[in-house]
Antibody
Framework: EVQILETGGGLVKPGGSLRLSCATSGFNFNDYFMNWVRQAPGKGLEWVAQIRNKNYNYATYYAESLEGRVTISRDDSKSSVYLQVSSLRAEDTAIYYC???????????WGQGVMVTVSS | DTVLTQSPALAVSPGERVSISCRASEGVNSYMHWYQQKPGQQPKLLIYKASNLASGVPARFSGSGSGTDFTLTIDPVEADDTATYFCQQSWNDPRTFGGGTKLELK
């Protein structure tokens, strides 16, 4: 069974930084692209970042709105993906979801999400 | 970026047929996917690559379209289908989502 679990959320002051972790199991992590998607309270889904697998040289892509403030990384030995977000702003307050990108380029499995609140 | 446009809300009665549209600002081939999100839950994949039913999804759900215009159809609608539906494209980088269509039952 595929499992995805995000951790690392919480309350952060504006200007602060946070590292979110996403631990996975139940599939061959090395084969898949992984993404982070976020959802501000009462709003829609916003794609944040993608990291491809070794076959694609671990290429990374970022949403323009966050570029320069986020870094996605992965550790294939731990079947985990990470999102480092810095210079946090109130508008970064959201649930952050970790998703597996399936072979059909869909987001076929999602974690439960982790809440990040940016407030003083 | 590829902008995906969805109507914000729809209201239908149980037993009816409903179509939810998604228009892309540029062609996405067939790489359009649909997700259902209920309050307090993570999104769930319904349809992949425009018209393929994801595993475990009832056959009441179907998808169609290619290029720039796509449709998610639910027929017949049931009370449990109350949710927000999002389209998402993966043909162009970066991946993008539509704004979501909130489906309410009368």
């Amino acid at each position: 069974e595929v499992q995805i679990l995000e951790t690392g959320g919480g309350l952060v002051k504006p200007g602060g930084s946070l590292r979110l972790s996403c631990a996975t199991s139940g599939f061959n992590f090395n084969d898949y692209f992984m993404n982070w998607v976020r959802q501000a309270p009462g709003k829609g889904l916003e794609w944040v970042a993608q990291i491809r697998n070794k076959n694609y040289n671990y290429a990374t892509y970022y949403a323009e709105s966050l570029e320069g403030r986020v870094t996605i990384s992965r550790d294939d030995s731990k079947s985990s993906v990470y999102l480092q977000v810095s210079s946090l702003r109130a508008e970064d307050t959201a649930i952050y979801y970790c998703t597996r990108e399936g072979r059909r380029s869909d987001f076929d499995y999602w974690g439960q999400g982790v809440m990040v609140t940016v407030s003083s | 970026d590829t902008v995906l446009t969805q109507s914000p809300a729809l209201a239908v009665s149980p037993g009816e047929r409903v179509s939810i549209s998604c228009r892309a600002s540029e062609g996405v081939n067939s790489y359009m996917h649909w997700y259902q999100q209920k309050p307090g839950q993570q999104p769930k994949l319904l349809i992949y690559k425009a018209s393929n039913l994801a595993s475990g999804v009832p056959a009441r759900f179907s998808g169609s379209g290619s290029g720039t215009d796509f449709t998610l159809t639910i027929d017949p609608v049931e009370a449990d289908d109350t949710a927000t539906y999002f389209c998402q494209q993966s043909w162009n980088d970066p991946r993008t989502f539509g704004g979501g269509t909130k489906l309410e039952l009368k």
